[in-house]
Structures are given as structure tokens and as C-alpha cells.
């Protein structure tokens, strides 16, 4: 019965993971693309402190997600922020490998 809460529990966690991910992904898809609205945007204060707040609250559990799907997240956090962005694109597109190979042929 432990091991049956445990696992709900999990699963719970890896469901609310993926839901606050889908909510950054929106948002982030809303932000101008890069150029001079969006070096306005970053030149304020509070937009920069916003992201990092954002931030901090999406990479725990970005790192959850990763190493569900067995993905080292080792030296992740010593990563700035452009090398992190390029690991997600590298880790999702294993991901999808992964995935594809594991479908059958069509």
C-alpha cells in the first residue's frame, strides 16, 4: 500500500511538473523575439527579476522532468543560462529519438 502512495504521489508530481511547464512554455512563446523589443524589455528591472524568479521556480522542476526520462542533470546547475537553454534543446531532441525509435514502423 506504501509503495501504491508513493507512486501516486510521483506520478502526481511528474503531472503538475509537466502542467507548469506547458504554462512557461506558453508564456515564454508570448515574449517578443529577440531584437529591440526585447532588449527594451530586458533593460527594466523588474522584467529581469521576473524572469529569474521565474527561473528558479521552472529549472527544479525542469530537472525532474529530465531525469525521469533519465537524462543526466549532473553539472546542469553549473550551466549559464544560454548552456542550460542548449542542453534542454540537445535533451529533448534524445528524448524524441528515444521515442520514435520505440515506435513501431508504419
Known amino acids: 500500500m506504501r509503495e501504491f ?4 504521489i510521483f506520478f502526481l ?4 511538473a509537466l502542467k507548469r511547464v506547458a504554462e512557461a512554455s506558453r508564456a515564454f512563446q508570448s515574449l517578443p523575439p529577440a531584437g ?5 524589455q530586458k533593460s527594466y528591472p523588474e522584467f529581469r527579476r521576473a524572469m529569474k524568479n521565474c527561473r528558479t521556480r521552472i529549472e527544479p522542476l525542469l530537472k525532474i522532468l529530465l ?12 550551466r549559464l543560462v544560454e548552456e542550460k537553454l542548449e542542453f534542454l534543446i540537445e535533451a529533448n531532441d534524445d528524448i524524441l529519438e528515444r ?4 515506435l513501431p514502423a508504419s
Open 13 to 16: 508530481t511528474i503531472q503538475e
Open 99 to 102: 521515442v520514435v525509435r520505440g
Open 67 to 78: 531525469e525521469h526520462e533519465m537524462v543526466s542533470t549532473r553539472d546542469y546547475g553549473k
Open 36 to 40: 529591440p523589443l526585447w532588449d527594451l
Open 5 to 8: 502512495l508513493s507512486l501516486c
